[in-house]
């Protein structure tokens, strides 16, 4: 009897423990979950909407960023407990003129944020492109490196959307590319900025050109690539007609040289190399590495699939039509009918007999 007694006493003081324990680790948990969701996070505290003029002090050029479709800019402010910053929010015309904006005004002293696309990262400022957003982020001068790249995650997200980046302009061969040196205009006020050697009139902006440019180190020397896209094959061979005529591409060797080619509807322009030989090795790379051709196939369902479309939707049209002059037909026909039954003075009932003039000679 005695046994059974310490044996329940025990059995009583384990359940007591295993209960207390539990309590105690459930407490600790629910303390836990309650200090992450009081955690702070980045909210737009105002927004002012203000002209392009207006916006110079935060390093607008309103005449380049017209050419890239922006017509308004906001000043954000975002608040994250005692911090504040300021962002700079422009709405360009479509993705690729918001990279175009990220590209004109990155310089030497912005790199690439790591684990996020289509950023650059300076001291004292942020550039991102998503959408069709070109985004500055002011960064405060005793903010962290770390807080401040997460304060751009929270403001705009690690990467544009996938479909956003199909649409971005291919980038340019990577090696021996000058950091920061990359640039992507559409018009030539922001090309008379950003590729100053070469003349903006002889482009074509107003064609439909789209010019990228970038600087690269060939054999200790700058080189300085041009590749320029039309619309079409034939203003693309005026426009490097143009070029060969007014600049002499490849006509001459040494100091200022131009070397060229004409591939479809681009043309690439190299300057300041050494020789042919360079220029071609660093147009080659471009051709091979890019694969820029004007029969590549576009984003989107293959063209096989988008024809049989097509296709079915004439044969769908045509049926229908014919369709529907049946249908007319048979109502054309029995509304005559019901007209002869119900009004037979009516000329529809009678049709044509009292317009047609019978001689009867006989």
Known sequence: ?????????????????????????????????????????????????????????????????????????????????????????????????????????????????????????????????????????????KMSDEDFRSALVAIAGAAPSANDMVLLPPSLPPQGLVPASEKYVLGPVAMQKAVPSFPSNLV??????????????????????????????????????????????????????????????????????????IADRLMGRLTIEQQISWDQAPPGKPVAVQMLRLILGNILLIALLVGMAILTGILLFFSRRVAAKWFPHWDWARGYEDSIIQLNLK
Do not use: C
Request: glycine share 8%; aromatic share 8%; no cysteine.
């Open 1 to 141: 009897m005695l046994s059974v007694m310490k044996f329940i006493t025990l059995l009583s003081i384990s359940f007591g423990a295993i209960l207390a324990s539990s309590a105690a680790l459930a407490g600790a948990q629910h303390t836990t979950i309650v200090n992450l969701a009081s955690l702070p996070k980045w909210q737009m505290e105002k927004s002012q909407a203000v002209s392009l003029s207006d916006a110079r002090p935060w390093g607008v050029e309103p005449e380049v960023d017209r050419e890239y479709g922006v017509e308004k800019v906001e000043i954000r402010t975002y608040r994250k407990g005692n911090q504040t910053l300021q962002a700079v929010v422009e709405k360009a015309a479509d993705p690729s003129s918001a990279y175009g904006l990220l590209t004109f005004y990155q310089n030497e002293s912005m790199k690439p944020e790591k684990s996020m696309k289509v950023t650059v990262v300076g001291p004292d400022q942020a550039y991102l492109a998503r959408g069709l957003f070109f985004v500055r982020v002011l960064r405060p001068s």
């Open 204 to 277: 074509g902006f107003q064609q439909g050109a789209e010019l990228q440019a970038a600087v690269y180190q060939q054999n200790g020397q700058p080189a300085t690539l041009i590749l320029i896209s039309y619309p079409n094959i034939p203003i693309a061979r005026s426009h490097y007609d143009a070029m060969v005529h007014s600049l002499g591409v490849n006509q001459k060797n040494g100091a200022g040289a131009l070397y060229g080619k004409l591939k479809g509807s681009f043309v690439l322009i190299v300057q300041n190399a050494r020789s042919e030989e």
